[in-house]
């Protein structure tokens, strides 16, 4: 069953941080916990698929960065999630995702997901309401699939206010180093802002089951987003390795 729980994104509380020293002593304690763990997963042949979601400049990727710098990388694929290609346009949305599934022993992790179809689909109207409002119930029952069979499913959202995402916005187009992090498209989901922030409560509020549930983790600290995070998921690997 989904959790009923509403969250409020706009309500998160956005205090929590960490001084460097801190931060670097957490970072490498979770890291090498994870590493362990790892190698647990790959000899037990459990396989891992970690969901990272949030808006544009919530720092996605420099967490995945901190998940995956310590790991033997020939257990790990990490993907990207952008625009379908007309092959994959040509089958149900959820087939580039199995197509991408980790094999036994091996973590995958997915930079945007299959829940696409309920949020960025679904506000700029790439879907039907017919299409998405199925999807809820599609993503279920896949979710469901993977855990029955065995995999860890971990599901973490990363949100920032909207007056950190103009300021990172900012920063990166005055960084010729970090143009290529910045669009136009950028600039038009975050016209969107409230309509993204009611699709994700949405989504939170249909598709976070006991079996998958979601972490929702405030970002405008970034080194206490990437300590959450991490900790998130060795939590989660940790409750399947001790059962």
Request: glycine letters at 4%.
């Amino acid at each position: 069953m989904a959790n009923k729980d509403r969250i409020s994104l706009d309500g998160l509380d956005q205090s929590g941080s960490l001084e460097q020293e801190d931060y670097k002593k957490q970072l490498k304690q979770h890291q090498l916990q994870l590493l362990n763990m790892q190698m647990q997963l790959r000899d037990q042949k459990r396989s891992v698929v970690l969901v990272m979601e949030g808006p544009d400049a919530a720092g996605k990727g420099g967490a995945i960065k901190r998940v995956v710098e310590r790991l033997d990388p020939r257990l790990i694929k990490v993907y990207s999630i952008v625009k379908p290609t007309p092959e994959e346009l040509a089958h149900h949305y959820l087939w580039r995702f199995w197509t991408k599934l980790p094999a036994e022993g091996e973590m995958t992790i997915f930079d945007r997901s299959w829940y696409g179809r309920v949020l960025v689909e679904r506000v700029e109207a790439f879907c039907s309401g017919e299409e998405w409002k199925r999807a809820y119930r599609e993503i279920n029952e896949f979710e469901r699939t993977l855990t029955d069979g065995g995999t860890v499913l971990i599901k973490i959202f990363l949100q920032i206010t909207k007056e950190e995402q103009l300021d990172r916005f900012k920063r990166r187009e005055a960084d010729p180093y970090k143009h290529w992090k910045i669009s136009d498209e950028d600039w038009r989901n975050r016209r969107h802002w409230n309509e993204h922030n009611k699709a994700a409560e949405d989504m939170f509020e249909k598709t976070s089951t006991d079996v998958a549930p979601w972490t929702v983790i405030p970002a405008n600290f970034k080194w206490y987003a990437r300590v959450r995070t991490l900790k998130t998921v060795c939590a989660q690997i940790s409750k399947v390795l001790k059962a």
